[in-house]
């Protein structure tokens, strides 16, 4: 084993990152705005909280075909109310980047900030897709996760957004 071998199996796996992204078609940005909005009014019904999708929720176009829809802040710093809050304590921000391609769209990036509840171990997780790949993928992978810990990131397969809040709402919220 030598770090030359170890930066080259990254390096394939970011490769195939980016081609699964070429491959993944989504809904329009606006469809999945809605898909979104309706899946997180349905869990915080469910859950009986006092969040409001509708508001939280927010469709921001940029240019060139790319939108970006995001819930609280794009870096965690403390609970605000513009956080999805959990009964548990826990709080939920994302930001997804979606680019607008032919009927569809493609996964551009994505941040999913879930801050388990106080005094909790690890701190927090964050699952990342990076816009682009870092000069070095063996340190930061495209997809990678935060394990409560900003300078590890450990590679992750390419999610849709709703894997992601599926193990949110239904893996780890039910575990706190």
């Known amino acids: 084993m030598t770090l030359e071998r170890a930066r080259s199996r990254a390096e394939t796996l970011d490769s195939g ?3 699964e992204i070429g491959e993944r078609m989504l ?4 469809v999945v705005f809605s898909e979104i909005r309706a899946y997180l009014y349905r869990r915080c019904e ?3 909280t006092k969040n409001d999708p509708y508001d939280l929720l927010k469709l921001v176009p940029e240019s060139n075909g790319v939108a970006s ?3 609280g802040p794009t870096i965690d710093k403390g609970p605000t109310p513009e956080h ?3 009964e548990s304590g826990a709080r939920l921000s994302f930001g997804l980047t979606l680019r607008e391609v032919d009927r569809g769209s493609q996964l551009v990036a994505f941040r999913y900030h879930y801050q388990l509840p106080a005094k909790s171990s690890p701190e927090y997780l964050r699952f ?7 000069p070095d993928s063996l340190v930061e992978p495209r997809g990678h996760l935060h394990p409560g810990l900003e300078d590890v990131r450990i590679p992750i397969s390419l999610h849709d957004p709703f894997e992601i809040l599926d193990r949110i709402f239904f893996v780890l919220e039910k575990r706190t």
């Open 46 to 48: 469910k859950m009986r």
């Open 69 to 71: 829809i995001e819930l």
């Open 84 to 86: 999805l809050h959990f």
């Open 17 to 19: 990152t980016q081609k």
């Open 27 to 30: 809904a329009p940005p606006r």
């Open 128 to 134: 990342d897709l990076n816009e682009g790949p870092h």
